[in-house]
C-alpha cells in the first residue's frame, strides 16, 4: 500500500488474468488486468470517489478469466483508516511551531494533532470548530475551515486556515464578560473513516481585558473529552 494506491503481487507462474477486490459488502469495488507477463496490479484507494471509501474486510480474488467460476486463489486483506484527534494547540501558546506569521492574526491561528492508527491513507477535507471565539465573534454555532491534507498513518499536524481564537476584528469584538468557562469542539471531515471529533475547555477573561485561557480538563474538574470519535 503506498499513499494512494493497493499494490498487488501474483507469482510468475500463476495463470492470473484478473484480479477482483471486493467490498465488504460483497460487491466488486474494482477489477485489474493483467497484461501478458504482467505479475502486478495496482487498485487506486483515494482519488478515485468523492464519497466515503467502505471500509473494513475486502478480499483479493485471482481469476483464470472472466468467465471462471473457481478462483485460482483469494485473500481478505483490511483497508481502515482510523483518525484520532489526539491534541489542538493555540498559536500564542507555540509560538515555535510552523505558523504562518505573514498574518496580523496569525497568534489566533489553531493546530490540529491527528493520529490514523489504521492502515491506509484517510484525506481531510474540513475543520468544523463549534464553539470557537471566532465563530462567537461573528454570532454563529461554528466556523469551518476547508483543507486537502492527506493522513498518512501515523501522525499529521494541521495548522487552521483561519484565526480560531480570534476576539476582535475591525469591525467588533467580543464581550467576554458574558461567558465563562466554554466548549469548543472541533470536528475532522474526513474521506476515508469516520470523522473524529476534540473538545476544548476555554476559559473567557472579563469585559475589560478579553484574555482567553486553556482549561486542562472540564470546569467540574474531571477529564476533558478530547479525542472522541
Known amino acids: 500500500m503506498n499513499e494512494q494506491n493497493l499494490e498487488v503481487e501474483v507469482t510468475g507462474e500463476s495463470s ?13 469495488f474494482d477489477q485489474a488486468r493483467l497484461e501478458g507477463d504482467d505479475t502486478e496490479a495496482s487498485f487506486e484507494i483515494l482519488g478515485r470517489y468523492e464519497d466515503d471509501l467502505p471500509t473494513g474486510k475486502y478480499e483479493l480474488v485471482a481469476l483464470e478469466s472472466l468467465e471462471s467460476d473457481d478462483p485460482i486463489d483469494s485473500t481478505t486483506i483490511s483497508l ?7 491534541d489542538v494547540l ?12 505573514r498574518s496580523s492574526a496569525w497568534e489566533a491561528h ?6 490514523n492508527k489504521g492502515t491506509i491513507p484517510s484525506v481531510l477535507t474540513e475543520l468544523e470548530w463549534a464553539g470557537a471565539p471566532v465563530a462567537r465573534l461573528q454570532s454563529k454555532d461554528a466556523q469551518s475551515y ?21 476576539t ?10 458574558e461567558y465563562g468557562t466554554e466548549s469548543m469542539t472541533v470536528t475532522a471531515i474526513t474521506q476515508v473513516g469516520p470523522d473524529p471529533s476534540f473538545t476544548q475547555q476555554i476559559e473567557y477573561g472579563s469585559e475589560q481585558s478579553c484574555e482567553l485561557a486553556i482549561v486542562e480538563g472540564n470546569p467540574d474538574g474531571s477529564p476533558s473529552d478530547g479525542g472522541e470519535n
Open 16 to 28: 492470473t488474468a484478473f484480479i477482483n477486490l471486493v467490498d465488504p459488502n460483497g460487491e466488486l
Open 110 to 115: 489553531a493546530a490540529v494533532v491527528i493520529e
Open 168 to 177: 476582535e476584528n475591525s469591525i467588533q469584538s467580543l464581550d467576554c464578560g
Open 146 to 166: 476547508y483543507h486537502e491534507v492527506r493522513l498518512s498513518p501515523g501522525e499529521t499536524t494541521v495548522y487552521s486556515e483561519g484565526p480560531v481564537y480570534r
Open 80 to 86: 481502515d483508516a482510523e483518525c484520532k484527534i489526539t
Open 90 to 101: 493555540w498559536a500564542a501558546e507555540n509560538p515555535d511551531m510552523d505558523w504562518e506569521k
